[in-house]
Each structure stands twice: as C-alpha cells, then as structure tokens.
C-alpha cells in the first residue's frame, strides 16, 4: 500500500472586506510628569512604612538598606519603585486605596516613568 504525500492545507487568503481584528487599547488617565514623580515618592514612602515590604523590594532590586538614598536619585529608580507595587496586583490596590487613587492612575504614571515600550508600539 502506497503512503499519500503530504499536502499542507493551504492557507486562506484574508478577506479584504473585513477589517483585522484588534485587541482595543487600554486607556490609561492622562497625567504630568510632576503627578507622576509624586505618585512614586508616595510609592516609595508606602513600602518604606512596612520594613517587610521595602525589604521585598531591596531584595528584588539588588539594593540594600545603605544604598537606597544613592539610588533614588538615579534615572529609574522611581520607575522601578512603580513597576514593583504594580506587578503585584495586592500591593498596588493596597497602596491605591492608602493614597486614594485609581489605580489605573497609578499605571499611568509607572507608564509615563518608564518612558516608551516596544510593546505598546503598533
């Protein structure tokens, strides 16, 4: 008995008269660079308030007790301090509510931080 050869199906050709599906873009609140430097000082403040949390942070950041005022001051910083309340959903509802923001406004000023991503580029 004789084998078939393969054959890929063909892909279809995309119909022109339908417009390409797209993920809608998430809309974040529009803030100043002053709100958002704000937003990450109180960020700062937040984790310092509880030394379990800051020293979560020190630990992840490669920093240590000694050096966290060096490194405030250097470009990023307040970026990295967002970035680590906003990937832990607990924490950044946690401190949304202690300063009484949404907080999407909090990811708009981690977003406005960080400056441009590869990611949010079409």
Do not use: C, Y
Not at 5 to 18: G, S
Request: charged share 20%; glycine share 6%; hydrophobic share 45%.
């Amino acid at each position: 008995m004789s084998e078939r050869p393969f054959r890929p199906h063909p892909k279809p050709a995309p119909r022109p008269d339908r417009p390409k599906a797209s993920a809608p873009a998430a809309r974040l609140p529009s803030i100043g660079p002053d709100k958002a430097h704000e937003l990450a000082i109180a960020g700062l403040s937040w984790m310092a308030a509880d030394p379990e949390r800051l020293d979560r942070f020190l630990a992840l950041s490669g920093l240590d007790h000694g050096s966290i005022r060096a490194a405030a001051g250097q470009p990023g910083f307040l970026s990295a301090v967002l970035d680590h309340i906003a990937f832990d959903e607990p924490s950044l509802l946690a401190f949304a509510a202690e300063i009484g923001e949404a907080p999407e406004t909090i990811a708009a000023a981690r977003a406005l931080l960080s400056g441009p991503s590869l990611w949010d580029t079409p």
